[in-house]
């Protein structure tokens, strides 16, 4: 695998040991196979990892791509990821998930 151009994150909400915040609740997890599956549809060469706490848990769910620096919120379902994924390709930030 060489390095992706992509990283993306999404919040698991995992505080130690257990999943406890807002993103878990509004079903984060769910995002990651169909970004996962998109990402590959769409070609993009792209890691997809959760992660622990981000600690913006009313603005969940939360995703932050890296090395961009775009941190989203509110990135609920399928229509958001693509919508996200969408502006990715066009080199630019989806404005409206966009963590101000």
């Known amino acids: 695998m060489r390095k992706p151009d992509h990283h993306i994150l999404v919040c698991a909400s995992f505080r130690g040991t257990e999943a406890k915040g807002k993103c878990i609740k509004k079903e984060s997890l769910q995002l990651i196979p169909y970004l996962q599956e998109a990402l590959v549809d769409r070609g993009l060469n792209a890691m997809v990892s959760s992660t622990g706490c981000l600690n913006l848990c009313e603005e969940g769910p939360v995703m932050v791509i890296y090395p961009q620096g775009y941190w989203y919120r509110d990135v609920i379902g399928e229509d958001a990821v693509d919508e996200i994924l969408d502006a990715l390709e066009e080199g630019?930030?989806?404005?409206?998930?966009l963590l101000a």
């Open 92 to 97: 630019k930030p989806a404005e409206k998930y």
